[in-house]
């Protein structure tokens, strides 16, 4: 009897609006959970100060169209009791296949919540982690007799913000996420939204003018730093954030922007809104508005908040990596860091061109004979190219060479809603494939695949096995993938759940090739490179192409580092030393850093897939700078950011993997900025050759970008540089140890 | 000059509205081509009768949502000026690697009008081909500057009726065939719809009150019987009609029913309404509500309409399949007829199941180990049933035994909009796929495989490569695919242009492989089996199953050979001879056909493919009945339709492949049927045993379903059978040649 009641009080007690709280192993991050009545909710607090305010945690769930199945659907979202809560602490430390460390940490406190929801007989669970730089949660949803399949109307996760922070923010987009980034107040963003939708670009599908993405990096008045993004998103939706202002009246279910392929739900959410500065999860949606369909057992993505009052712990989290799940790869010793030139950036530029012939308006790959066609001479890929390129390569200790348009079908392949746009295996007559492996593999190096799907997804699945099957043959290891224009299948979204599996999916058929993935114009990436290591890069992002279009600003890449780089490497593709295009093409932009800006985002921009963009021919002008691209490691087993400020500066240090050499880089806006580097974290009693790659001083990014000085010393720990970056400028150092 | 001025003239005159006109070669049919103002107008008469009154061609076109690349597109309805016209003969016979005859002659007469349309610079052609028993026209878009890819919101292509006919018509709808076949006046049509549609069926997507499917008959009250189809429907959406009648106020551009998926097109057509008793074309949309996306050269499939004042020359002719392209494979020495049976009955009655176990409420088939699972026990693709099913093909001259329910995945799989619910290639614990097909063919029996979909496509073409080579490892050589359920990618139709183009994919994919292909729930076939004749089946109608389901009217059979087989052969699975289920299950349901009448399909249902459907239990209590099920060919060297009537009576005699034999079948909806058979078509001067199955006296589908009485005798030319079918009955004849 006695045990009975205690049970029974027990179970009360749970009943009960009583605060769950759980800590970070230092005691500075605080995540507290409870039920408001019987909505789930939790906040966050860091070293006592608000991070997210009491903000719902729920989903609104679709009504099933087999409604004869005699389901209902009633949503996620109340009518919770708490029915267990279980703590637990958690602290291993992994090596990563190529990353900024050799080891990594993965130390936090847990809380799982499982909630019981009455009147469905439905049960859920939500779990918290709890490091030193912050949290994430997910929804979980067990297999159970009442909840086998569900479809998702929308996740309600909310982030309830504790002023008006600085925002560093997207335009929130089921399709691009290569808009410039916007610096404002939160409460700027409804203000700012429609000037900093990039609508030139092909694919602008919009949704909320408070829309913005994830990785969303923030500042607080009183300097807390504070980064929302996601983990490990597989098979699920892409997030966005819908900032609920004072101008919002209920949050969105229409489309807006030029896609007309969404079918919105009409019935807006019933729920009260949540106070303004409140940011709501927005999924992007499938070709029927769908958010997701799910099966059980599965979970949602980890929702991650990054919270410091150090701008520095915000670059050097490991919190998204940590959230992932451990390599799911038995052998990965086909995966290696990779530095590569190619046939790229002279067609980006407009000096040549990725298609072959003129002859046609159009073509249909099946019905053409490209040997009977009349060239029209601008085609890049041509054999004699690219032994230049694989010589330069070889000459200059790259490991690969990347040839884009060498496969046929380039004629017409862009935003025409074509689906047999390419076959992946058949090279354009003047490419010859199997000579140019064959010359490439007698010098060292590689060519690495281009795989433009044009986002017909349909088509590669199809082609997929056949053009890895080539890329075997030929001894390629490294495919870049593009997704460039609308979906195939048509009406589809880049950032929906089944173009997430998709990209998934590719990457692991990849890997039973043994090859490495860099996939372009695909979703932003949450950590899955720590499960899947020959993910080493993505774009998704704007990338250097953009100096190219008119260009992006000097800041861009002091930003990028808080954001896009959150979830893993960018192919941002740097190395552009001739910064001004028209010294070599009709090009009449130029790149917005100086050059020894560009040298800098070799160390800044961690990515373990590095590229010398610029064209042989331009290197030739700057060798002794150049010398900087091929000393530079890109993969490491120490990493120092030594100062950092959101879209102001960056300063890191890096030990090259298995050496005592370290390199650094600065870089900063279009301010300028003196970076003084106390070289603290030299072995002691070593000495070390230094090479300094600086900005001279009347250098400036737009005026004067080629003016830099090298400087060689000899320096040990404890010494002291002091470096002076111009605007649009930064620094490059190589310190090898003697 | 004076050829220039000849050339102007004649130029001149192609600008004015003069009919063209071409007849068939024995004059019969009538084509009459013009332009209404600016509108392509046709005309179809049979001997002097009206058959299509004046009816207006034209596409609409969509919106490109590209237009920032300038392209505001223009409908090609109006606007026309005939540029060109081209008349020709053609006669040729050629012979199909299977069918109902030998040789089919291929003879027509043809118009190819070209037409200008001055506000684009575009040209397109409308080709007329005219055959003694009807005609096809299609439109073709040439490859030209002006006209690369453009996106159809809808095909205008109208068929005026001339007259308030009797038609046999299923409720359009873009995800399934399976209704009841309805026959009523074409005015009617709008009244019986409600009741018409198949409610309860998984996938309903209906757009108008009087949309109907094709094939149509239709039979006028002066005799003439019309049937409107399309033929050679590839990488096209497949088209429905919808009826004007006399409440229609504007062209369907909504959708109705229950389906969620569809974005309508606001935008009525601001064309004219026609004339009431118009057909005007409706196409399947895909997820975005488009109909298609096109890139020149290309032409829509050939629109049909066979015409006739005898009944019988609607199920000889061969129309539709003259106007498909020649065979495209090289060797199909490999593709041949084939009797099967298959464990498959006994589940869609109920007595035993797909799956295996039933100790999860769902599965995902990378977490489960079904050699750890409990089965079930009524799992039926288990090795020593399959034996036994192999055993009795071995015996009775079967040559292939269907397997369904033989690989892992049936415990949760339709309509959850599960992507990856099959993996085609692992085999239940229970069923020894090596051992099953060693043994099989140690017998000279193959077994035949199954790959439900359940409408996942994205996830059959992922392991379709993997599912194909373990069937050519394993020695299969033809395939049953299904597709329950939504399709996925989410959003699509069973009946869309890209749907069109994965069955098309997946049968030119099997053929690498030397596999046949027997689609069903596929879109409903348009003669393609004669380009791809390892397409040797569809189902894509309402099959004996339904039998189990609740029942199929008696005239089912008597109408599905004017309508359904009209574009290729059904796999219908007849051959029930145990009629009523409950006498070996619980299934209450009882099959719609006397005995005698099951065995009657076997000829009257024309199919490369045919099924002993029972099981060998309930064929060995009728195994003087199933005799003929043994004897009976399923590949023809001649066939006579002797009588025919739609949703009355069909009785066919043919010639059985590479044998003097004949076998005659006749069958008759639920009013009986005195038949007369003159054996005119027999050799001159050879006897033949003749054995006759026929209904009892006593015999009737419902009330004395098994009473039949065999009788043999020798017969000649020129002798006369008198045959009575009971009501829902039939007979069956077989003539071995002495």
Redesign the interface.
């Known amino acids: 009897m006695k045990r009975t009641l205690f049970l029974l009080l027990c179970g009360m007690l749970s009943m009960l609006a009583v605060a769950q709280e759980v800590a970070s192993p230092d005691g500075n991050v605080r995540l507290k959970f409870y039920l408001d009545g019987t909505r789930p909710t939790y906040e966050l607090a860091y070293k006592g100060r608000e991070v997210i305010r009491p903000s719902h945690l729920g989903l609104e769930l679709a009504k099933d ?2 409604a ?2 005699g389901i209902q659907e009633t949503d996620l979202m109340d009518g919770f009791s708490i029915s267990d809560t279980k703590t637990s602490a958690f602290d291993e430390t992994w090596k990563p296949v190529w990353g900024e460390t050799a080891k990594i940490r993965n130390r936090y406190n847990e809380l799982a919540v499982t909630l019981g929801q009455q009147s469905t007989g439905r049960s859920i669970i939500i779990r918290f982690r709890v490091y030193d730089d912050g949290m994430g949660f997910r929804y979980e949803f067990p ?3 009442d909840l ?2 569900f ?1 998702i109307k929308e996740e309600r996760s909310e982030f309830a913000m504790a002023g008006d922070h600085t925002a560093w923010w997207l335009p929130g987009d089921y399709d691009t996420q290569e808009q410039e980034t916007q610096q404002s107040r939160l409460s700027e963003i409804r203000g700012r939204f429609e000037k900093a939708v990039n609508w030139g670009n ?1 694919s602008v599908a919009v949704f909320s003018p408070t829309g913005v993405q994830t990785s969303l990096q923030m500042k607080s008045d009183d300097g807390l730093y504070i980064n929302i993004h996601e983990a490990a998103c597989a098979d699920y939706a892409t997030m966005h954030l819908e900032l609920v202002d004072g101008q919002t009246t209920q949050l969105t279910t229409k489309l807006k922007g ?6 919105p739900d009409p019935t807006p959410s019933t729920y009260p809104l949540p106070a303004p500065m409140t940011f709501v999860s927005h999924l992007t949606p ?3 508005g ?1 958010k997701g ?1 799910m ?3 599965c979970n949602t993505p980890w929702r991650t908040v990054i919270v410091s009052d150090d701008a520095r712990d915000m670059l050097s989290s490991n919190l998204i990596l940590n959230l992932n799940e451990p390599c799911a790869l038995d052998d990965t010793s086909w995966i290696h860091p990779t530095k590569y030139c190619g046939v790229w950036w002279e067609m980006i530029v407009g000096k040549s061109n990725w298609h072959y012939t003129d002859d ?3 073509v ?1 790959l099946d ?1 053409i004979d490209y040997t009977k066609t009349k060239p029209h001479g601008r085609h890049a890929a041509n054999t004699e190219k690219v032994k230049r390129y694989i010589d330069f390569a070889a000459d200059n200790g790259l490991d690969q060479v990347l040839v884009e348009g060498w496969n046929i079908g380039w004629e ?1 392949w862009a ?5 047999d746009v390419f076959d992946f295996v058949t090279p354009y007559p003047d490419f010859d494939i199997k000579g140019l492996n064959e010359y490439a593999h007698s010098k060292g190096v590689k060519l690495m695949m281009h795989h433009e799907t044009s986002s017909s997804t ?1 088509n590669y ?2 082609h997929i ?1 056949n053009a890895f099957d080539l890329m075997n043959r030929y001894g390629y290891d490294a495919v870049k993938t593009g997704y460039v224009g ?1 979906i195939i ?4 979204h880049h950032y929906s759940q ?1 173009m997430n ?1 998709h990209y998934l ?1 590719v990457v692991k058929e990849a890997a039973k090739h043994h090859i490495m993935v860099n996939a372009h114009e695909a979703t932003r990436p949450t950590g899955l490179c720590r499960t899947y290591p020959n993910l080493v890069g993505n774009e998704s992002a704007r990338g250097t192409e953009y100096e190219a279009f008119g260009g992006s600003r000097p800041d861009h890449t002091c930003i990028l580092p808080f954001t896009r780089l959150q979830g893993g490497p960018m192919d941002y593709t740097p190395g552009v030393l001739e910064t001004q295009l028209k010294n070599w093409s009709e090009n009449p932009n130029f790149v917005h850093t100086t050059l020894a800006g560009q040298l800098a985002l070799y160390v800044t921009m961690y990515s373990p897939l590095q590229m010398a963009a610029d064209l042989p021919e331009n290197y030739a002008k700057y060798m002794d700078a150049f010398r900087f691209i091929r000393d530079v490691a890109c993969d490491w087993d120490d990493t120092k950011y030594l100062e950092a400020e959101p879209a102001d500066y960056i300063t890191v240090a890096r030990k090259a993997k298995g050496t005592d050499n370290w390199f650094i880089g600065g870089k900063c806006d279009e301010n300028g900025h003196k970076s003084i580097v106390h070289l603290d974290f030299l072995d002691e009693g070593r000495k070390y050759e230094c090479t300094i790659y600086a900005d001279a001083k009347n250098a400036h990014y737009e005026h004067n970008p080629k003016a830099y000085v090298i400087t060689k010393k000899t320096v040990k720990k404890g010494d002291v540089l002091k470096l002076t970056e111009a605007p649009g400028g930064g620094f490059a150092v190589s310190l090898m140890a003697k």
Do not use: V
């Open positions: 169209k087999h004869s199945k297999q159970q007799s086998n399949y479809l092909s030029n896609s007309n392929t969404y079918t499938d070709a029927t769908l369909c099966q059980t057992p046609y308006p159009s249909q019905n017409d935003n025409m809603w074509k689906r349909q699945e199809r096995e609308d299948p048509r009406g589809d089944s599996n999916y």
